[in-house]
């Protein structure tokens, strides 16, 4: 682990360790309220757009976060809502078609990835690639007690994808891709398993203005989706970069004190 280094002092490797011990006891049940509060919850008044859920660390707290959202939680067990650390429902603008491949970036606990595998039906197939093995062994779980089985959870570092090149119909993401170290890496990678014609929608936290160097170098507000957040139109042009078309923020919400909002962005590999 980290110790007290700052993230600036951090290698990428060690960045991610500090995430995976971070999301390890989002999992748990063990991620405090007061290391909330230093990471992007600082807003007087908790907004439903926040990555931190609400500052009160309860299982009934995050279930109604995921309902703000627009989630239909019911029939869902308790495990895919007590972890929910999303900052937006990328599923419900995904518009996706029973037989598509869904690939979830981050996928935590599924919920995102049931609430797209009823979306895709038996034909389709949703993907979840997640860095956090207690994250991994609860979305297995979850999925296992709601009986679905047109799911498949991947454990891998979203820099690195293990998914086929050209295999997959639309990427989502929720609140995750501001934790990459090299954001512009996940995007190229996304490129390139997205089949020709493929698109993807995410929610993550960007900024309408730069972070101070001493909220960017604190290690909990970079686990807590702030610290790793970067300026909205950086975030566009890694898109670009990477070759897809189409770029653009379709809606945002809840801009906190430090400039952090949460937005929908969304994109399409040409075909």
Do not use: H
């Not at 707290?61 to 650390?85: I, K």
């Not at 170290?181 to 990678?189: A, I, L, M, S």
């Not at 900024?207 to 989706?225: A, F, H, M, N, Q």
Request: hydrophobic residues 35%; glycine residues 10%.
């Amino acid at each position: 682990m980290s110790g007290t280094k700052k993230i600036s002092e951090m290698k990428s490797d060690e960045i991610k360790e500090a995430v995976r011990d971070a999301y390890s006891r989002v999992a748990e049940g063990t991620w405090t309220a007061d290391e909330q509060e230093q990471g992007c919850c600082d807003a007087p008044a908790q907004t439903t757009s926040s990555c931190c859920g609400p500052r009160e660390e309860t299982k009934v707290t995050r279930v109604n976060l995921a309902q703000a959202l627009g989630y239909d939680t019911e029939g869902m067990p308790t495990g895919a809502t007590e972890s929910f650390a999303g900052c937006g429902n990328p599923v419900a603008l995904a518009s996706l078609n029973e037989g598509e491949v869904v690939l979830d970036l981050g996928s935590g606990a599924g919920l995102d990835m049931f609430v797209a595998s009823k979306k895709v039906g038996n034909t389709g197939k949703v993907i979840g690639v997640d860095m956090t093995p207690a994250m991994i062994e609860k979305a297995k779980k979850n999925a296992e007690e709601l009986g679905i089985t047109n799911v498949d959870f991947r454990f891998g570092d979203i820099e690195d994808m293990p998914v086929d090149d050209n295999s997959v119909d639309v990427v989502i993401s929720n609140c995750v891709i501001n934790l990459a170290p090299d954001k512009g890496k996940v995007f190229r990678e996304a490129f390139r398993v997205l089949k020709p014609g493929g698109r993807v929608m995410v929610s993550d936290i960007v900024l309408s203005k730069p972070l101070s160097k001493e909220i960017r170098d604190e290690v909990v507000t970079y686990t807590g989706c702030i610290g790793g957040a970067i300026l909205d139109e950086e975030y566009l042009q890694n898109m670009r970069d990477a070759g897809f078309q189409d770029v653009k923020i379709t809606s945002k919400a809840g801009q906190s004190l430090y400039g952090a909002y949460s937005a929908y962005i969304a994109g399409k590999k040409p075909e």
